[in-house]
């Protein structure tokens, strides 16, 4: 992942197109390492996630996880979304591609979404064997009704560009080749006044704050769960098998 700040801007860039951009274990840390850090620096007014090339990201790096047993991954990821729903500052998420899985999830928990036109949402937690993460089970009914999002979570359903700004879970659609330049101009935020993007952070999250950290801490548990199942561990060998196969 890179990681830059200039102008007030701080940006991470996911950079591992050859794996679609998939989020590995010592992303989420630094992510979590970094926006605590962030939280506290004044040079920080406004924080950017995006990725490289055609992918936002195709979510977690199952094959990372797995060969990391020792290590609990569920925590380390609730720690970063704690991060992402506690952080003071302004979040912004670009989405350049396909959102798969964690990663059209967590871009949920930033305060604005900017999407290109090729941009995608996809949350197959149910068909991997798994159980909804990154706080989907609360705001994703908030944002697109009970309806639309029961629609995503239950049936797959991949949401579209057009059908995000339609819904209002974008902010607004980029044209692709567009995208380089769009987030150029952001960095004209970074001189807003540090003190009152905080103030008003505080009160345009304060109300939801609470439930999201309720609701991540409760996800995780049944999370943990379900990554024992045999329905999971089936689902993500045969996956593995089938791209070791290509």
């Not at 890179?2 to 950079?15: A, D, T, W, Y």
């Not at 925590?75 to 990663?103: E, F, Q, R, S």
């Not at 009970?146 to 819904?167: C, G, V």
Request: one cysteine or more.
């Amino acid at each position: 992942m890179e990681v830059s700040l200039e102008k007030g801007i701080r940006k991470f860039v996911f950079n591992r197109p050859q794996k679609r951009n998939a989020i590995t274990l010592e992303t989420y840390e630094t992510l979590t390492q970094i926006l605590n850090k962030d939280a506290n620096n004044d040079n920080v007014i406004v924080t950017i996630i995006t990725a490289r090339e055609n992918f936002f990201s195709s979510g977690n790096d199952f094959k990372c996880s797995l060969m990391n047993p020792e290590v609990d991954h569920t925590d380390i990821v609730k720690n970063m979304l704690d991060t992402l729903i506690k952080y003071p500052k302004i979040l912004v998420a670009v989405v350049n591609g396909p959102a798969i899985g964690i990663a059209a999830t967590l871009i949920t928990l930033c305060d604005i979404i900017y999407c290109s036109d090729r941009a995608t949402f996809e949350i197959p937690f149910i068909r991997l064997g798994l159980s909804m993460e990154g706080c989907s089970s609360y705001i994703y009914s908030h944002v697109l009704g009970k309806s639309k999002a029961a629609e995503m979570l239950f049936f797959n359903h991949i949401l579209t560009a057009k059908e995000a700004y339609r819904l209002g879970f974008v902010a607004d659609i980029i044209p692709h080749e567009k995208l380089v330049e769009f987030i150029e101009s952001l960095y004209r935020f970074g001189s807003l006044p540090l003190k009152s993007v905080v103030r008003n952070k505080e009160l345009f999250t304060r109300w939801s704050r609470h439930a999201l950290l309720k609701c991540n801490e409760e996800e995780t548990e049944v999370l943990k769960e379900s990554l024992e199942s045999e329905e999971f561990l089936h689902t993500v060998t045969s996956m593995l098998q089938k791209k070791s196969k290509l």
